[in-house]
């Protein structure tokens, strides 16, 4: 967010910027009109649903991809120029790597890349690889495979790690010492970029989240500011109110049809449960519960489309 | 960081990593030498033409192997390596993108001299191969030279296949396309349809170079046959940047 004036005049463009960027691929609008900067040393979480542009808002970055129509820079020049990549270092979604390279094979070829990369014991220590150095990777378990190519994108001791969905399919147990990880990155001034669609992820990491949606920015804020705005109550009831009536009234953020329920989001529940009895004094089955996370976040992705199938 | 180191790394590499794979090494390495032992060695008294057929049979299925390297070098593994996200990964490194390329080649030059010096040493051991030299080094050069074509039209495959059916499809192209050359029985010995075919299909330009170099072949203008090839890698080359292309907008999300 802008301040003041001078921000805008002095500031230098953070490590990566997206301005104004369009993508589609044929009828798909994977990026539509998107704005976005990665500030110098911070954790930025990019949260959204599957398909909401996160990966290809990451690709334009890394110049995997041509923007449809506005500019992506990387550290100030095009994402494909090798200077700019030089200080960078990836993690990709989906990114297998030859099964017959050992892990130190491969360490050792992607350290060529870079002008000063991290001494091999650094790498090892930062990715927990002790003792798998020797192993083919298609011999590596899920996890340790994960934290393979968590070095690939350390190695280089780039200066920002573009970080695509790290933790799916992780158990909890190697997503907490992933976040302790990506933690003790930010602690040594490394700027992340980290797509995610848990939003506990994204809390627990982030200095600044951007909600995706659709290709749309649709949020922006600090996790406390998104977490405040989601935050609220659900409403359970079977009522004989139609949902597009609920929908309109004051302090509700979302309706769904659940059978003969009606789920609603609000921001406090207490004026809109004595709406609701008051328009339908036949109102059954009442009940009120703090909204989870994941439905906070439903909450701020569901588009109104979605709501309105019933 | 050192280019040079960057380029070597991928090339060495690239190496360990195909040969740790026995279904690439030893389909590329074995097969050709087989089908010299078998074809070249046991018909090896008869003349094909100024020199005896295991000699002739030296060129023609030497250059069968070194297409075969060629070809399954950029094929499958472009085609493997897209699949499991490896190539995105390396492109979205600050590695440059010729060195990837750079290794291919260099794997494919490498596994292409193995297979014409293994060729070598059957034919002479074990059947009645006695070159010059000099001859033998102008073989082995036309051979090694004469990949590039291979190397595109694999890299061509290897953006449009998948890793799974790249082996297949490319074992329909290359078998067919070697036969029909020339390649595992002299052109003559051909139907005459066939032999019409033949000046269309790249691996028929690259053995007649190599023929050449032992005085045998049908004597054409060499020029014409290394501006076949020329012409035949910028085309592959071309429809390998249009796959490339096409390829790229394939994952989002």
């Not at chain 1, 797509?195 to 627990?204: M, R």
């Not at chain 1, 003969?260 to 609000?266: I, K, N, P």
Request: proline share 6%.
């Amino acid at each position: 967010m802008v301040h003041s004036l001078t921000d805008v005049v002095h500031k230098p463009p953070g490590p990566a910027v997206l301005e104004r960027v369009s993508k589609h691929y044929g009828s798909v609008k994977a990026l539509e009109d998107v704005s976005l900067e990665v500030r110098a040393g911070e954790v930025l979480a990019l949260l959204g649903p599957n398909g909401a542009g996160k990966t290809t808002a990451v690709s334009l970055m890394l110049g995997l991809m041509r923007p449809g129509s506005g500019r992506v820079t990387l550290f100030g020049q095009d994402p494909g120029s090798p200077r700019a990549r030089q200080r960078a270092g990836a993690m990709l979604q989906l990114s297998g790597v030859p099964q017959t390279l050992r892990v130190r094979e491969l360490i050792d070829l992607f350290r060529s890349y870079y002008p000063a990369p991290l001494p091999l014991e650094r790498v090892v220590e930062a990715a927990q690889l002790e003792g798998i150095l020797h192993r083919l990777y298609g011999q590596l378990s899920g996890g340790q495979k994960q934290r393979v190519h968590f070095a690939l994108a350390v190695c280089g001791d780039p200066d920002v790690l573009f970080l695509d969905e790290p933790t799916v399919g992780m158990d909890v147990e190697s997503r907490r010492s992933f976040w302790s990880q990506v933690r003790s990155l930010a602690r040594a001034g490394k700027t992340v970029l980290l797509t995610t669609h848990y939003l506990e992820e994204a809390d627990a990491l982030a200095d600044r989240v951007v909600v995706l949606n659709q290709g749309r920015v649709t949020a922006e804020g600090t996790p406390a500011e998104i977490k405040a705005r989601t935050a609220g109550r659900q409403i359970r009831a079977v009522t004989r109110l139609s949902p597009d009536l609920v929908r309109r009234l004051p302090g509700v953020t979302s309706v769904q049809a659940k059978g003969t329920a009606l789920q609603v989001l609000a921001v406090r529940a207490e004026p809109v449960v004595a709406e609701l009895l008051r328009l339908d004094p036949g109102l059954s089955d009442l009940e009120v519960t703090g909204a989870g996370l994941e439905e906070a976040f439903l909450a701020l992705t569901t588009p109104a489309e979605k709501e309105a199938v019933r | 960081m050192n280019t040079l180191r960057i380029f070597a790394l991928e090339a060495k590499y690239e190496f360990l990593k195909s040969w740790r794979l026995p279904i690439y090494s030893l389909s590329t390495l074995a097969f050709p030498l087989m089908f010299y032992a078998i074809f070249g060695l046991s018909f090896g008294n008869q003349n094909a033409g100024p020199v005896n057929t295991a000699t002739y049979m030296l060129a023609t299925y030497g250059a069968f192997g070194t297409i075969g390297a060629a070809l399954f070098g950029f094929g499958v593994g472009v085609a493997v390596e897209r699949g499991q996200g490896w190539m995105r990964l390396k492109r979205a490194s600050p590695m440059p993108p010729l060195a990837y390329f750079f290794a291919k080649i260099a794997l494919a030059l490498l596994f292409g001299a193995l297979i014409v010096l293994g060729m070598t040493l059957l034919g002479t051991l074990a059947g009645k191969v006695s070159l010059e030299p000099l001859t033998w080094l102008r073989l082995f050069g036309v051979l090694l030279l004469g990949v590039f074509p291979f190397c595109a039209l694999g890299l061509f495959f290897g953006y449009v296949l998948g890793p799974n059916s790249a082996p297949g499809v490319l074992n329909l192209v290359y078998l067919p396309m070697a036969f029909a050359s020339g390649l595992w029985v002299p052109l003559e010995a051909l139907p005459k349809a066939l032999q019409s075919v033949a000046p269309f299909l790249p691996p028929y330009h690259y053995a007649q170079l190599a023929l050449r170099t032992l005085g045998a072949g049908r004597g054409e203008n060499p020029w014409l046959h290394a501006l076949a090839l020329v012409g035949f890698t910028l085309a592959f080359l071309a429809l390998a940047l249009w796959a490339y292309r096409r390829d790229e907008g394939k994952t989002y999300g």
